[in-house]
C-alpha cells in the first residue's frame, strides 16, 4: 500500500506536467522583442556614405548663402539593439538630441549610448567629419554583431534651430542573412525643442516641449517656414544613405576608416522646386492728389517678401491707383 507521502508527490508532479502543457499550448514559441531576429553566423562589414542634396535648385526659398553657408554636421550612427533608441518620430526628444540638433554638441548623445553600452543594448558608435557645404559626401566604416543589428543615425542641417536628417532602427539583418545594400532617401525632422521657422532664426525655446516631427510642404503650415512650399505633395530628398556591404577577411587588422569620399561620386539629379513670388498686403492708400477740375488720384503699394526661382508664379503688380476727390475739392463744392 502506497503512503499518503507518495499519493501527494505524485499528484504535485501531474498537476505541474498539465500546468506547463497549458502554458506551452497559449504562449507558443518565444519570439524576440522585434517578431524577427537576426541570426547570422557571424558579424558584417559595411561601408555607409552620406550624401547631402540640399541645393538651391531643389530649396532655394531662404537658401543660406553665408553667415553661416549651408552645410552638415559630423553624422553621429549607432549599432544597437531593440532595447536602445537614438532618437524617435513621435517621441519626446532626449537631452542629447536636443544639444545635437540645436547646437551640434554630441556629449549627452555619446554618454547616453555608452551607458546602453554597458547594458549590451549598444554594440558601436561611428562618426563622419562635417560637410561644408549643402552638397557632399562623408562616410565611414560599420561593423555590425548579428545582436546588435539595428542602425539609427543623425546629422544636423545648418543653420537650422533644431533640423536634422537620420535613421531610426534601420535593421541591416534579414532572417539568417544579412543585408548586401540599403539605400533611404532623408526628410528633415524638427526636434520639437525650438519654435524658429528659417534656417536662420534666432533661439526660441519650445515650451512646453514638443515630440520629434517630419517636416513636409506644408507643414509646419506657415508661409515663413523655410521648407514651406504648398505646391509641392513631398519634398524633394535634402540627402540619403548608401550602405553597402564589403568582403572583410577574418585575418584583416586593419584599423575601421572615417574619411571623406572624392567628388566622383555620381550626383543625383532632382527636378527643380518651383518658388512662387510672396509679396507684401497692400499700403494704406495716399494722399488725393490733382485738381478739383479734373479730379485726383490716390496711389498704395507694396513690397516683395520673396522672389520667384524655377519657374515660380512671377510677382504682381507692386503699386496701384484709383481717381479719387480730394477733401477740399469736396469742401468748395
Request: charged content about 15%.
Amino acid at each position: 500500500m502506497m503512503s499518503s507521502e507518495h499519493l501527494t508527490c505524485g499528484w504535485l508532479q501531474q498537476l505541474l506536467i498539465v500546468l506547463l502543457k497549458l502554458c506551452l499550448t497559449f504562449a507558443g514559441p518565444l519570439r524576440p522583442l522585434n517578431g524577427t531576429e537576426c541570426t547570422a553566423k557571424g558579424p558584417a562589414s559595411y561601408i555607409l556614405v552620406f550624401t547631402g542634396h540640399w541645393s538651391p535648385y531643389a530649396f532655394p526659398k531662404q537658401y543660406p548663402l553665408f553667415r553661416p553657408p549651408a552645410q552638415w554636421s559630423k553624422l553621429i550612427a549607432v549599432s544597437h539593439n531593440r532595447h536602445f533608441r537614438l532618437w524617435e518620430e513621435g517621441a519626446p526628444a532626449s537631452v542629447g538630441v536636443q544639444n545635437f540638433s540645436e547646437i551640434g554638441v554630441t556629449v549627452e548623445l555619446m554618454k547616453a549610448a555608452k551607458e546602453a553600452r554597458k547594458r549590451r543594448a549598444v554594440g558601436a558608435m561611428y562618426r563622419t567629419a562635417g560637410i561644408p557645404n549643402g552638397i557632399g559626401h562623408s562616410s565611414t566604416e560599420l561593423l555590425t554583431q548579428p545582436r546588435n543589428s539595428l542602425l539609427s543615425l543623425m546629422v544636423k542641417i545648418i543653420p537650422s534651430p533644431d533640423w536634422f536628417v537620420g535613421v531610426d532602427s534601420l535593421d541591416l539583418c534579414e532572417g539568417s542573412q544579412w543585408k548586401q545594400e540599403v539605400t533611404v532617401d532623408l526628410q528633415p525632422y524638427d526636434a520639437g525643442t525650438d519654435s524658429g521657422f528659417t534656417f536662420s532664426s534666432p533661439n526660441f525655446p519650445t515650451i512646453p516641449q514638443e515630440n520629434i516631427t517630419k517636416i513636409t510642404p506644408e507643414m509646419p503650415n506657415h508661409p515663413a517656414n523655410s521648407f514651406y512650399y504648398p505646391r509641392l505633395k513631398d519634398l524633394p530628398p535634402i540627402g540619403s544613405i548608401k550602405i553597402t556591404r564589403q568582403r572583410r577577411s577574418s585575418d584583416r587588422q586593419t584599423p575601421m576608416s572615417n574619411h571623406i569620399l572624392p567628388n566622383s561620386i555620381i550626383p543625383r539629379h532632382f527636378s527643380a522646386t518651383p518658388l512662387d513670388c510672396e509679396v507684401s498686403l497692400w499700403s494704406s492708400w495716399g494722399l488725393c492728389l490733382g485738381s478739383c477740375s479734373r479730379g485726383g488720384v490716390r496711389h498704395r503699394t507694396r513690397y516683395i517678401l520673396l522672389r520667384p526661382a524655377n519657374a515660380g508664379v512671377p510677382c504682381p503688380e507692386m503699386e496701384e491707383q484709383t481717381t479719387c476727390v480730394s477733401q477740399s475739392c469736396m469742401r468748395l463744392q
